[in-house]
């Protein structure tokens, strides 16, 4: 069955004929295939989710283990190796294969019920986005549990990373998995950027998206850009090590500062993509609870785009002490100030939104409110490290630990922990235990100050990051200690969630659609939401599609119940990016396995890379060449004229 | 009781149509991201040179034959494929075959002369960070051309199997425009490692 | 505070640490103040007017925009603008004061990061002047000394908090550092970008003293070994040129590899291992024979020296004075 080019949308009601129709469209097939190919964002932001949660698990389990090594001086529960890829995968676990992988999971799952849409633009590169992540994931473990994990921190600096000082194949998993895990980042960012920009619900102009649109969108915009540094980088590395190259090799005329120029070119923009989708959900959550719109919606979006800018151009701080000429570290330190303003914008309108609103005290709430506190504080001590002289003592001690735990445990874990209280109800039906969520969070924000604050202090007192045991006499063993238990209390508070998730997903008391009252588009449909999300395009009125009555702000009010039904097939509606004007009705692709089997075959290259089997290396190549092919064949019911020796084909 | 919103939409177009659709999007996106990291590769070779001790380069002078004519052919398939994606849209096939066939061959011609040139270099990989640099960028940009003419060949058998209409070419448009692409960042790389010592840079 | 901490920043013992204290302070405690204040608005925030409970009761809450509430965030905005400011000129004032090297330095070390250990070498006016010690450097005191620093294998970073921030030393670029010490006394150093196994162990010690008193160490460094005045010292000296001297240096005989540190003078040091140990007889000898227990890792393999070895081995160290 052959598609017309142009035609006129159905305009409809919602009923229950329509939803039948849709969910026999749009439905997962059964059974592995279906499993292995489903496109559904929502499975696949759920597999996101649980994933980085495993990941999170594990990479706290070993920074329990690097904390027990330090509980005292000179332990000897860990060798100097041992202890070396520990904090190395500590690091490469809660950075790149939990921290971000979250919030492209939450993400995955929201975006098309914030934006009124049934799917992401490209619902099969989503899929891929996520299996690569799983395949790389699995690549770098694999490393580890072969004892071979990386080694050099997860910034890996040369010429440490280099063959001659590093025989092993730690580098070698580090630095292909890294390569591979940078694909799905990069494909996931594409989809959020598209998707942002191309399928909003009509109606839903630039200034109407709510502010985690805005924080998923600009770090996925940064990140397109700076994932490339990275894996270059990595690229670079490997060629050095396994084909004999010299970019970073001085005696072959290479620079070792050129590794950390790539690194830090990506990895303080990274910084800031894996906080502020966190931010944005703090900005779209505190609301609801604070039962009145966000305080400067406008200037918050704004200051969201502005960190991201800003953020290119302070890389230079992470090497204050690398011997930069004056001029250029007096014009870093500015701008790694500057970057303050954006972020008080940010602070002060969810206070003021918190003082103009009355805020409900539920688990969820607690958490956004209480990120408010731990962000100042990850805030300042980066404020700190902004001046070049401070940042001369400060830099490469515990202070900077502690720094870097509070944005990302504060600015990311706390948020995320929030969001699941919070749109637990949405993806599950059911409600999670308050009671239990109390006691979780007071032993997590508890154990987690006792753990990292006193950190500033031990990093103060001058012990050096990195170390895997120190002498008595230095005045940190005590400090130690106590971040020791600290950091255990904390772990018990996350053991807490965890059970939590699960006792709730058993015996939750039901949600209904819209549990909190909340004020956007996903709380309009059932919990869980159906295969298609929307049985008719919502058409957008207002900044709070759910709160019109209430605020009775707009003329117009969103039409939730009649809108175009788009159920000729799979089919989605695409607008245009500024004012989200119709423009175009594109069909979503079925379930496919090809991003699967990509991925598998990729798996297979990068392992051939990693023991130079050119055997293995051509066969993966073949198997992606194969997969990319049936992946991008042009898809026949579009054709206009068939191909003169086939026949019609049977699906439509 | 305010107004509901409505939207009372025209006929749209059903998936893409000419040279618009998500799947140009998807290009861009792909395009931004390739243009980043080839300005990286550009960046590790200033920088690296930058710092360098005189006596670095290790063509000091490179020679235009045959590269300059080799940019320039390499250029000149960029116009000869948009010549063939004018066929498509104009639904005259020959025109089309024409065109995408020619830029196929004039990339091949430039990918071999260039394999030709790698082979005649007094040096390797190996020898110090420029011959790393020259080796690993061209080599970047030799990977994407075999890429964009593995496009082209895709294109050349839809084509001939009339699986494109004048309106429904997205793919036509999309393969297009990455081997533009393709075309544009060898500029970049020729004005970096064939002009920029000329200038005096890393002298 | 210097006496229990000895890497601690917060206090300092010369001019270039000295500039940076005052301003850490400021923006420590701005830090603290800012955190202060916004927790305790949020706190008060929420206690003014909250409600507490599950689902029902949010959704039961009624929405309202009680004013549009912009002013505060401009308000709020231009506060924090005022300490940015000071912090910032204060900075780039402080930089300019501490950064680059003085123009005409008292004196001239270069300090060569290996791993796990540092290699510092003193010029004087002539090339017979120069000599090599490792892990301690003496300086006079209120003298500038110029620093600099060269990366022997993989990147380090030279660190003494009570003198001087961090200056990385990285292979193939010379960077400089300073150091000027107030008043004499022995200041802790350390490496502080991760280097490999043994980061945790890579010390020094900087010893500041008046002008005779370094004088008087640098003509003495300057020796070469005294001759064995004993069979045992010869037996140890033979013991020092066929093993020992494949790594190490010993003027004045056929050790003479620079591969680990230099040994000419080892027993004027304080301690050894990269300030890793107290330089005394029973550590001494268990640093020869078992390195590996103090410092998984590091370079120095195990010696398994027989008893008499060991003791013709320290015999002939005791005159490295």
Known sequence: MRQAVFRRPEIGDDNEMLRARLHAIWETAPGLKGWLGTVDHKEIGIRYIITAFVLLALGGIEALVIRLQLAGPDLHLLTPEQYNEFFSTHGMTMIFLYASPILSGFSNYLWPLLLGSRDMAFPRMNAFSYWVFLGSAIFLYSGFLVGAGPNDGWFNYVPFAEKDYNPGFNQDFYSLGMIFLGISTTVGAANFIVTAFKTRAPGMSINRIPIMIWGTLTASAANLVVVPAVSLAFFLLWMDRQFGTDFFQPAGGGQPLLWQHLFWIFGHPWVYAIVLPAMGMVSDGLPVFCRRPLVGHSLVALATVSVMILGFGVWVHHMFATGLPGLSLSFFSGASIIITFPSAVTVFAWIATIWLGRPVITTAFLYFASMILLFVIGGVSGFMTASVPVDWQLTDTYFVVAHIHYVLIGINVFPVVGATYFWFPKMTGKLMDERLGRWGFWTMFAGFNIGFLPMHLTGLLGMPRRIWTYPAGMGWSTLNLVTTLGSFLFAVGILIFFFNVIKSLRSGAPAGANPWGGSSLEWSVSSPPPPYNFAVIPTVASRHPLWEEALDESVARTSLTRGMTLDQGKEALHTSPMDAEPERIVATPEDNVAPFLLTVAMMVLFYGMLLKLWIVIGLGGLGCFAALLMWLWPRRNLLERAPPDRKEPVHG | ?203 | MSGATPLGYLSSAGSRAATIVPLTWYVLIVSILVCVIIGALVWIGVRRSHSSGGAAETSAAAVARNGNGIRWIWIGVVLTAIPLAIALVWTVGALASVAGSPRRPDLLLDVTAHQWWWEVKYHGDTPSDTFATANEIHIPVGRKVLVRLHGGDVIHSFWVPKLTGKTDAIPGQENATWLEAAGPGIYRGQCTEYCGLEHAKMGFEVIAQPAAAFERWRTAQLQTAPPPATPAQARGLALVQFRCGMCHAVRGTTAASHYGPDLTHLMSRRKIAAATLPNNPGALSGWIQNPQATKPGALMPDQHLSGQQLADLRAYLETLK
Request: some cysteine; overall charge neutral; aromatic content about 18%.
């Open chain 2, 1 to 203: 009781m305010a107004e509901f919103a409505r939207s009372e939409p025209q006929e749209l177009p059903v998936g893409p149509v000419g040279r618009s659709g998500p799947g140009w999007w998807g290009v861009a996106m792909l395009i931004a991201s390739e243009a980043a990291l080839f300005s990286y590769l550009l960046f590790s070779y200033y920088y690296t040179g930058a710092s360098a001790l005189p006596g670095w380069l290790l063509e000091p002078a490179p020679k235009m034959i045959p590269t300059l004519p080799n940019t320039l052919l390499l250029l000149a398939s960029s116009v000869v494929a948009w010549y063939g994606e004018k066929g498509v849209e104009k639904g005259d096939r020959t025109q089309a075959l024409v065109g995408i066939g020619g830029a196929f061959v004039m990339g091949f011609i430039f990918a071999g002369v260039q394999c030709w040139e790698w082979a005649k270099k007094t040096y390797g990989m190996g020898t110090t960070s420029y011959g790393s640099l020259y080796f690993t960028t061209t080599g970047f940009h030799m990977a994407h051309v075999i890429v964009g003419l593995v496009i082209l060949a895709a294109l050349f058998f839809w084509v001939l199997d009339d699986y494109f209409s004048p309106r429904r070419r997205i793919s036509v448009s999309a393969g297009i425009l990455y081997w533009h692409f393709v075309d544009v960042v060898w500029l970049f790389v020729f004005t970096t490692y064939y002009l920029t010592p000329y200038l005096g840079f890393a002298k």
